[in-house]
């Protein structure tokens, strides 16, 4: 059982170019989030999913987008990237329906240059 | 969801209590306090949730006041492995996007 997953690790990309992160995890988890952390500061929401083929926009999702095609992965994306989008990418899950709280998992978090 | 209070720093030696203290005087009854830390580098981790009784599992024990308005998270015994920055985080458990709204948290510094 992996838990949440996250792809890549680290990358540096220059302004206006584009890439995906992919986040997966295996514990069937209905709730799916894309959160990024920039130092010194706590996470911030930037789009999530209530289920497979479902996404919304969370505090910050300007410069994002996501889809959630498949149940067990969330895909976050930047179309044209800028230096404001140099941060940490934490992906996250958690069941749905669970009474008395629950328990976010988050994945080991995505590095992202941007120069 | 409620704010929190939470110091920006606290310091505690190997193997004694650390008590992190948290106040969400604003909290709503049907509000949840969450606990969860972030070693450096890596994701945050779960560590605790309560809504009015005291609650204790493997990692810690949550202390909330009767009246709600504060909690505290206790490590028995810490380690070094414990360094971390340690969230308070209050909300409903259901009925909404289901988010977590950090704060900067405290930062706890065990020393040997």
């Known amino acids: 059982n992996a838990g949440v997953t996250q792809t890549p690790k680290f990358r540096v990309l220059k302004t206006g170019q584009s890439m995906t992160l992919l986040c997966a995890q295996d514990m069937n988890h209905e709730y799916m989030y894309w959160y990024r952390q920039d130092p010194g500061m706590g996470l911030r929401l930037i789009h999530y999913s209530v289920g497979e083929g479902t996404t919304a926009k969370g505090e910050v999702p300007d ?30 899950s958690r069941s749905l329906g669970e009474t008395g709280g629950y328990e976010q998992y988050f994945g080991p978090g995505t590095r992202l240059t941007v120069t | ?14 193997g004694r209590a650390a008590n992190l203290p948290c106040n969400h005087s604003t909290i709503s009854g049907n509000e949840y306090v969450y606990w969860y830390r972030q070693i450096h580098s890596q994701g945050p981790q779960y560590i605790i949730h309560g809504l009015k009784n005291n609650e204790t599992n493997e990692m810690a024990s949550l202390i909330i006041t009767e009246d ?4 505290t998270l206790i490590l028995p015994h810490a380690t070094l492995r414990d360094t971390a920055v340690y969230y308070c985080i209050v909300r409903v458990a259901e009925g909404s996007q289901g988010n977590l709204i950090f704060g900067k948290g405290t930062k706890l510094s065990v020393k040997p």
Do not use: H, I
Not at chain 1, 65 to 87: D, I, M
Not at chain 2, 1 to 14: F, G, H, L, V
């Open chain 1, 63 to 92: 410069g994002y987008n996501v889809s959630r095609l498949k149940k067990q992965n969330f895909l976050l994306g930047l179309e044209s990237a800028a230096p404001s989008q140099t941060s940490v990418y934490f992906c996250a």
């Open chain 2, 68 to 71: 709600r308005k504060s909690s």
């Open chain 2, 1 to 14: 969801d409620a704010k929190t209070t939470q110091p920006p720093s606290m310091d505690c030696a190997e």
